[in-house]
T-cell receptor, first 110, second 118 residues
């Protein structure tokens, strides 16, 4: 079983739609959580950290459910420029390296 | 600040050849990482370093060696390239020292090196 699992998609949504991605992780002792964004043939870029109480950054909202071991990302009012692959990232306790999911591809259509 | 830079951007090698990929960061970060990314497999950690002069194995270290002689540089070596090492290689760094929630582990990536081994 992969440590971090994501639905690969693609999620095809119209502009202005709200879309949500989930990600599950297997190590219950994980303590740091992030969402990264990766455009085609580019490097991953940090989108946001995920805090225990949930957090919001503009149109993006991240939630953490430790009991069920999943993380979610909600994007409101989708823009064409949101089209990318979204990577769920986890840091298990005691490790200094991050574990990346394979990503969920989002395609926002006009 | 240039952030994280990688050289070269592209390279084609023949099986058995060797090469070194260079990663440099100007953010005074303690931690540096090398990943490879293959279609459908996501980012996999090859080696990482938590400070100058230290290195550690990641998930897929076989066939690679690394060195961190200077804090700002992290080198990835392939001694005898194989077609299975055809991939996109990303370097990343994180502060390792910032206080505050998770800031130490937020990673910043270089633009990648596309390597083909024939």
């Amino acid at each position: 079983r992969k440590e971090v699992e994501q639905d690969p998609g693609p999620f095809n949504v119209p502009e202005g739609a709200t879309v949500a991605f989930n990600c599950t992780y297997s190590n219950s002792a994980s303590q740091s959580f992030f969402w990264y964004r990766q455009d085609c043939r580019k490097e991953p870029k940090l989108l946001m950290s995920v805090y225990s109480s949930g957090n919001e950054d503009g149109r993006f909202t991240a939630q953490l459910n430790r009991a069920s071991q999943y993380i979610s990302l909600l994007i409101r009012d989708s823009k064409l420029s949101d089209s990318a692959t979204y990577l769920c990232v986890v840091r298990p306790t005691g490790r200094r390296a991050l574990t990346f999911g394979s990503g969920t591809r989002l395609q926002v259509q006009p | 600040n240039a952030g994280v830079t990688q050289t070269p951007k592209f390279r084609v090698l023949k099986t058995g050849q060797s090469m070194t990929l260079l990663c440099a960061q100007d953010m005074n970060h303690e931690y540096m990482y090398w990943y490879r990314q293959d279609p459908g497999m996501g980012l996999r950690l090859i080696h990482y370093s938590v400070g100058e002069g230290t290195t550690a194995k990641g998930e897929v270290p076989d066939g690679y060696n690394v060195s961190r002689l200077k804090k700002q540089n992290f080198l990835l070596g392939l001694e005898s390239a194989a077609p299975s090492q055809t991939s996109v290689y990303f370097c990343a760094s994180s502060s390792g020292t910032e206080r505050g929630y998770d800031k130490s582990y937020e990673q910043y990536f270089g633009p990648g090196t596309r390597l083909t081994v024939t």
